[in-house]
């Protein structure tokens, strides 16, 4: 039987001798919260992406809770939003008592579909929480005119998106809504666990600032409090971290976009096969992870054990948040409701996919793929 040499895995962070040098500090310095890590930090990812301001955070979900929050999101609202996205950016509406309104999706771009979202606003609605999915900017002009004609809020959810760029030169992430950007492990940039968001308003700051920091006001004393908060800090170590990483920025997200081409170059001509879109009318894409449509018809589960007998790990991702098992019971979804998001969750698989990722790798998964297709 052929070996199927070194496994190449889904993802794995570019960690450093910076990185080591950068967290050794931060324990030398014995200030491991609350330092001066957290606001370089915050001020080197503001003047990356052109935002006035920026709070690090302990996650992208506690991100997009703190911002439904400022967004004034409470019981009984509703927030549109994208059933093909991570779980958590339908969560965080759930952890405020309002309700997530899915709407389906672009078939091209799989980004919440203006159209279908202006169709699913009620007189409840609140919020829209457009994601940017596999780091490719979502339609912003067209939810701001729908925000401003139904005066609603807008959060973005960009945890996947550090990098990317719209159409009109604006950073994702830059255009003065709250966004959120998460730093897991197999983020762009990570801390391992962490977020940050981006605002353009210095109120929505000291209250994100605050509500991080169980509800402390920057001029308060330790243990006293003004409004309900949580603990959603992100430690010094993760900041110090997270600075290093954001100086390696450009080069792993241009390892990142040459794998992407090689990808389109080993995949091409397996019949039935989509891959992610190109960048169209001059949207930039921040590549996150390299996502297949497999063709129709193809069993993905044969698939996925076919490239792990190869040494190849591959991944279902995403599943439609609305026909989990959870949102079935919580609120009533049924299959059909949004038949692009749900012929695109059955059959999108993500392939190994990270800056270390070599020319040969990228050939293996083309040859192993095309194999386990039968192509
Ligand atoms: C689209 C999207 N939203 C939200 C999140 C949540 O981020 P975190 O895992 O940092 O809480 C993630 C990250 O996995 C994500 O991919």
Known sequence: MKQPGETIPLARPVLGEAEERAVIAV?????????????????????????PFASAVSSGTAGLHLALRAAGVGEGDEVVT?????VASANVALYERARPVFADIDPTTLNLDPQAAAAAITERTRAL???????????????????ERHGLAIVEDACEALGAVHADGTPVGGRGHPAVFGFYANKQLTTGEGGMLTLADPALKERIDSERNQGRAPDMGWLDHDRLGFNYRLSEVACALGSV???????????????????REALAGIEGLGLPCPDLHGNVRGWFVFVVQLPRGSDRERTIAALAASGIQSKPYLPAIHL?????????????EFPVCEDVAARSLALPFFP????????????????????
């Open 324 to 336: 989990m098992s959870f949102y079935r019971e919580r609120l009533g979804h049924r299959p059909g």
């Open 245 to 263: 990483q954001l100086e390696r920025l450009d080069g792993m997200l241009s390892a990142r976009a040459r794998l992407a081409a090689s990808y």
């Open 129 to 147: 929480l457009p994601v940017h999915i596999f780091g490719y900017p979502a339609e912003m002009p067209a939810f701001e005119r729908l925000a």
């Open 27 to 51: 324990l030398r310095s014995g200030q491991l919260s609350l330092g001066p890590a957290l606001g370089a930090f915050e001020r080197a990812f503001a003047a990356r992406l052109d935002a």
């Open 82 to 86: 994208s059933p093909f996205s991570f």
């Open 356 to 375: 270390q990722m070599s020319e040969g790798q990228v050939s293996r998964v083309g040859e192993a793929l095309r194999g386990a297709l039968g192509r």
